[in-house]
């Protein structure tokens, strides 16, 4: 496998300018197509799905797609073999607004924020806390979620 680029971006850097902006671009596609019912799925249109973040390999040839359903309208699981489901026509939505030329294989993985979210709120609105998170900035525990 083509050693030289990969090395690049071994660095910890995080993602490039160009895998933030191609994530960035599928996220909104793939939320445009899910939220007009575009693909010819009964059961996928029945759920509402959000796509919390899409984070792309760096050669942009997977996307990985982190999706949760709104609050209890089905399984995450269900949504994900849904999504799965219409991985072929979801990609070829995407292709479409990209410049690439090939589509990223798109894969779905369940977005572990949004069961945090309400506990971070919390969280926040505790003085201590927020306290502790500005001393704490410096050390890079929190990115280990």
Sequence with gaps: MGGMAKNRFSQGDGPSQRQLR??????????DVLNRAE????????????????????????????????????????????LARNK???????????TLKYAPDLRFRPDGTFDQLDETRRLFCDEKVRRDLDAADDDDEADDA
Excluded: F
């Design 39 to 82: 693909i010819h799925d009964p059961d996928l249109n029945r759920m509402s799905i959000t796509v919390g973040e899409v984070r792309c390999s760096p050669d942009l040839k997977v996307a990985t797609v982190y999706v949760m359903p709104l609050m209890g309208s089905v399984k995450v699981e269900e949504a994900i073999a849904a």
């Design 88 to 98: 072929a026509e979801l990609r070829r939505h995407v292709g479409g607004q990209l």
């Design 22 to 31: 191609v994530g960035e671009l599928i996220r909104r596609t793939l939320s």
